[in-house]
């Protein structure tokens, strides 16, 4: 566990980096640097997005897997990384 | 051949692109190097995607959205470029070029 919270701050602690979030499979986060309510908001949003994106991927090859998400917008860029979920 | 076609060319020419699709603001597919069947399964399945990203991205802040999706899978990696109506699909395979 401690193995995590090293690499959150890491995470946290680059130059440019807004928040961090960590999600379970159900979208539900279980480790945040964001307030409670912008944490639940993203999760939510994003696992099911993510889901979709992969549901894309096995679509169009059945033997191929998502394994990173990158969303640049105007404003700022949201990476999610799926880890094996 | 103007300039967007001379800069589609020069994307598809790059080392491990395997394919370049321009849809235009009716979803239609104007420009690909791919074959047409997998031109239209990639542009509708893409093109919902990224409909949906861009609901997401409201969701979270109305003056906000999104212009590029960087979707990487083990076998490659597939980039959403998106701007006003239009968007690109480009498809890299991730084992070859930058």
């Known amino acids: 566990m401690a193995e995590v919270e090293d690499t959150l701050k890491r995470i946290q602690s680059i130059n440019g980096v807004i928040g961090t979030i960590v999600v379970n499979a159900e979208g539900i986060p279980i480790r945040s640097t964001l307030d409670n309510s912008t944490s639940v908001q993203y999760a939510g949003l994003l696992h099911q997005l993510t889901m979709k994106a992969r549901g894309t991927v096995r679509d169009i090859d059945p033997q191929n897997d998502l394994s990173f998400l990158r969303i640049r917008s105007k404003k700022h860029e949201i990476m999610v990384s799926t880890g094996g979920l | ?98």
């Not at chain 2, 994307?11 to 031109?39: F, M, W, Y």
């Not at chain 2, 893409?46 to 949906?52: I, K, N, V």
């Not at chain 2, 979270?60 to 470029?81: G, H, R, Y």
């Open chain 2, 1 to 98: 051949m103007n300039e967007a076609e001379k800069t589609i060319k020069r994307i598809q020419a790059q080392k491990g692109v395997e394919g370049v699709i321009v849809v235009n603001a009716e979803g239609i597919p104007i420009e690909s190097n791919l074959d047409h069947q997998r031109t239209l399964h990639y542009t509708y399945n893409f093109q919902q995607l990224l409909a949906r990203t861009q609901r997401v991205m409201k969701d979270l802040d109305p003056q906000n959205e999104a212009t590029l999706l960087d979707i990487q899978t083990e076998k490659n990696n597939i980039l959403v470029s998106t701007d006003k109506d239009y968007f690109m699909i480009a498809m890299k395979n991730s084992r070859e070029g930058p």
